[in-house]
Nanobody, 126 residues
């Protein structure tokens, strides 16, 4: 079993920055693909970014590319999401997820993620 705990959410003005953290426990963190998803009220949960351990690369949704950066510290079992130039449309609950999936094609699909955190609220005011 894997436990994921997100932190770092909050209220920020448009153009500001936040850094989310996700601490993992329970299994070998370094061999997980770690993803970030978000869900706004009344909308489906959508992919934001991912760090794939097997290929050492990162992936981003087009809506956040160039503004968000995903990184991981395997020694601390933690994955981060640095969010810059935030926009009101970034307002959502942000979820961290972990997957045994080692490919890249399906990295943006919710279905390949086995474990989920409880979510942290990010609110961007205009």
């Amino acid at each position: 079993q894997v436990q994921l705990v997100e932190s770092g959410g909050g209220l920020v003005q448009a153009g500001g920055s936040l850094r989310l953290s996700c601490a993992a426990s329970g299994r070998t963190f370094s061999r997980f693909t770690m993803g970030w998803f978000r869900q706004a009220p009344g909308k489906e949960r959508e992919f934001v970014a991912a760090s794939v351990w097997s290929v050492g690369t990162t992936f981003y949704a087009n809506s956040v590319k160039g503004r968000f950066t995903v990184s991981r510290d395997n020694a601390k079992n933690t994955v981060y999401l640095q969010m810059n130039s935030l926009k009101p449309e970034d307002t959502a609950v942000y979820y961290c997820a972990a997957s045994d999936y080692s490919g890249s094609i399906l990295v943006g699909s919710k279905t390949v993620y086995n474990y989920w955190g409880q979510g942290t609220q990010v609110t961007v005011s205009s």
